[in-house]
């Protein structure tokens, strides 16, 4: 039986946590109030129609987060949801997400994760989380979320709005193409140096460097995956830090 706990009209990250705090033996809540904002990042800032879009959800500054909502209105005359997706970070999360059509025909899209019982809080700056929308319109891509929560392993919680408003950047007079790149080389922790081969062994197309200097995003490049492959985990941790 679902239950508002905070008496805020909606069954949110508090009142979900509220219970999931207590599986498992419980918790041994911390002392300092949870912190932290959520920023959204599309994959590209403009679309076409038909174009799925991603929405990378970064959670920034995150201090004792243990459970965390996110609500993201939107017009479904231009949007149609996809899927919402935990991150690495939140994968041992439980997921309460959902794309909800309320009563006065309005849709919200709910991203909702809580730990259960005794789990290791979300700490620091990384990837909380995305979901997809498939774009009806050409236009610009972003997306203004109702509100965020960030509730922590005592109960403390917080507005993770980022309400700073964003930078301006600067323009961009050219973009560097592949035949203006002299060379590049691939290391990490298990391959210290590189005699021009490191690419082929980490990337899944052997066109990789014309991908990653599409002029767009580079999106079509992927690192090359095996179960037993620890370069990918070394690589795909080093992106969130």
């Given amino acids: 039986m679902q239950r508002d706990i905070n008496y805020d009209n909606k069954i949110d990250a508090y009142d979900i946590s509220f219970v999931a705090r207590q599986l498992n033996g419980g918790v041994t809540p911390q002392k300092n109030k949870v912190q932290g ?20 959800v970064y959670g920034m500054g995150m201090e004792n987060v243990y459970a965390l909502d996110l ?30 059509l309320h009563t006065d025909k309005s849709r919200v899209n709910y991203l909702i994760f809580t ?4 789990t290791e809080t979300l700490n620091g700056t990384g990837v909380i989380g995305s979901f997809k929308m498939t774009q009806k319109f050409a236009g610009p891509t972003a997306i203004t979320p109702q509100s965020a929560q960030f509730v922590g392993d005592n109960l403390s919680t917080i507005n993770a709005l980022n309400e700073v408003e964003e930078p301006v950047l600067p ?11 002299e060379g590049m080389t691939f290391t990490n ?7 021009g081969t490191n690419g082929a ?21 992927e690192f090359k995956w095996k179960p ?13 830090q």
């Fill in 189 to 195: 922790d298990l391959m210290p140096t590189d005699d």
């Fill in 228 to 240: 037993s492959m620890v370069i990918y985990r070394t690589m795909s941790n080093s992106q969130l």
């Fill in 115 to 118: 730990n259960v019982g005794p």
């Fill in 171 to 181: 323009s961009t007079e050219t973009k560097l193409t592949l035949n203006e790149i």
């Fill in 71 to 100: 609500a993201i209105p939107y017009n479904d005359t231009e949007y149609k949801f996809e899927s919402n997706s935990t991150s690495v970070l939140t994968q041992f999360m439980k997921s309460f997400s959902k794309d909800r």
């Fill in 201 to 221: 062994k980490l990337w899944q197309q052997g066109n990789y460097a014309s991908l990653l200097f599409d002029g767009k995003v580079g999106e079509l490049v």
């Fill in 37 to 56: 904002q959520v920023l959204i990042v599309p994959s590209v800032t403009e679309a076409e129609v038909g174009d799925v879009v991603t929405y990378t």
